[in-house]
């Protein structure tokens, strides 16, 4: 239907970037960025009333998104050589065609376009080499001033490496050194290079990306004192396979893979780790706390959890109460011992669901005036069930007359 209305408007249209490679690849893609010679924005706000879709555009930057009935999204942009920004808030992007357009892009194998409508619809366009390369496996810039111009390219070339399997060319690897060297990421604001991490620890094996930072000398972006080391190896493996168990577990529960990842960072780092990380990188709100449920280090939560004489299933709740998912799993993944894993383990699994059999209307019928006495009362029952002291709604009725 785009392609339709394209040439209803007798506009250029196209389908470019990492749903281009991907397709190439044979992986599935629904992000389907479009970039259309014309205005970008008028072209979408057309095609999202057509279709009923939803649109917000940015004007700016000439591109819009628009949100059909489906659920599927689509990126429209116009074709464009660079923004140019005037006080003026007026739209000042310059229009111009899509081989310019896809000369700004990371890399080669991104730099890909098919034209969806008019003449050349269904071609392939590729200026730079990208489909060589995909050949190749090779991660290359389209040129030497890439790295310079967006740091963030070298973090995003080691998240499709990782990805994909792929390695950089030659020439994009010196002109990576060469960024580094130049130590360009430090000017880099905390929020870009969150996103660039996030990304990186959200793919399927993390592991080999950050190695491969390692390699790259550019761990230290993250943290001056963060290197590879292996504690670290060993802590990341020990969260992969942790993952990989929560993920059997709750095939349907989500959970931010990335968070764990960053936790085991926090972990090898010196005591204040935590809180530089909080400082450097821009945190929502629950993912600094879930990170400050580590602060003081998971070992003393482990040092906690691991007491002699064993804690009882009540205990183990205390200490973990109100932790999210992301800091069970990492700390399930920190522990040496078994015993406490299974002791979070089985927090996770079963105990942290626990309720008495009574509740307050139960209480009311006892007798006992409502008040924060029920909060108290409720928990004890709880706990008195979680280690095994009452068993039927009987015992919960005496244990509580007791
Ligand atoms: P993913 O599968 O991870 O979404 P993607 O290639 O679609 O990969 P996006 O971040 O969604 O990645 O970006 C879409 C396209 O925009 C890329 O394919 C690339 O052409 C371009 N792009 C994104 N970020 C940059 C950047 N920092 N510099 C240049 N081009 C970029």
Redesign the pocket.
């Known amino acids: 239907e785009a392609g339709q209305l394209a040439d209803r408007l007798d506009l250029p249209l196209y389908v470019?970037?990492?749903?281009?490679?991907?397709l190439l690849l044979g992986i599935e893609?629904l992000?389907l960025?479009l970039v259309v010679e014309g205005d970008g924005i008028a072209f979408a706000r057309k095609l999202a009333a057509e279709q009923l879709g939803r649109v917000k555009a940015h004007d700016r930057f000439g591109t819009a998104v628009i949100v059909l009935p489906d659920g599927l999204k689509l990126?429209v942009a116009t074709a464009r050589t660079e923004y140019y920004e005037y006080p003026t808030a007026l739209p000042t992007v310059e229009q111009s065609s899509i081989k310019k357009d896809?000369y700004?892009?990371?890399?080669t194998?991104?730099?890909l376009a098919v034209r969806l409508n008019g003449r050349g619809f269904g071609e392939v366009l590729d200026f730079y080499g990208g489909q060589r390369d995909l050949k190749n496996q090779a991660i290359r810039v389209l040129h030497s001033l890439?790295f310079v111009?967006?740091p963030?390219?070298v973090f995003?070339a080691v998240?499709?490496e990782t990805?994909f399997g792929f390695h950089l060319g030659k020439d994009t690897l010196a002109l990576a050194k060469a960024a580094v060297k130049m130590a360009l990421f430090q000017k880099l604001s905390g929020h870009r290079l969150l996103e660039e991490l996030k990304?990186l620890c959200s793919e399927r094996e993390p592991k080999s990306g950050l190695k491969r930072l390692a390699e790259l000398d550019l761990l230290r972006f993250i943290h001056p004192k963060l290197s590879w080391t292996p504690r670290l190896e060993k802590l990341l493996f020990a969260v992969e396979e942790t993952l990989d168990w929560y993920r059997l577990l709750y095939l349907d529960r989500k959970l931010e893979a990335w968070l764990v990842y960053m936790m085991a960072i926090a972990a090898v780092l010196p005591d204040r780790g935590v809180t530089d990380l909080l400082k450097r990188f821009p945190f929502s709100e629950r993912e600094a706390t879930t990170l400050k449920a580590l602060r003081g280090g998971a070992h003393r939560l482990l040092r906690q959890l691991s007491k002699q004489p064993p804690l009882k299933p009540s205990g183990v709740c205390r200490i973990l109460e109100g932790a999210q998912d992301e800091a069970l799993v990492a700390i399930m993944a920190q522990s040496p011992s078994d015993r406490v894993k299974r002791l979070v383990s089985a927090y996770l699994t079963a105990w942290r669901q626990a309720v008495p059999r009574l509740t307050g209307k139960d209480l009311q019928s006892m007798g006992i005036k409502p008040g924060p006495i029920y909060g108290t009362v409720l928990t004890q029952l709880r706990d008195a069930h979680l280690d095994g002291l009452v068993k039927t709604e009987a015992e919960e009725r005496a244990f509580i007359e007791k």
């Open positions: 470019v970037g990492g749903c281009v490679r991907d893609n992000d960025d990126d896809l700004r892009r990371d890399f194998i991104n730099a890439s111009e967006d963030t390219r995003r998240r499709f990805r990304a």
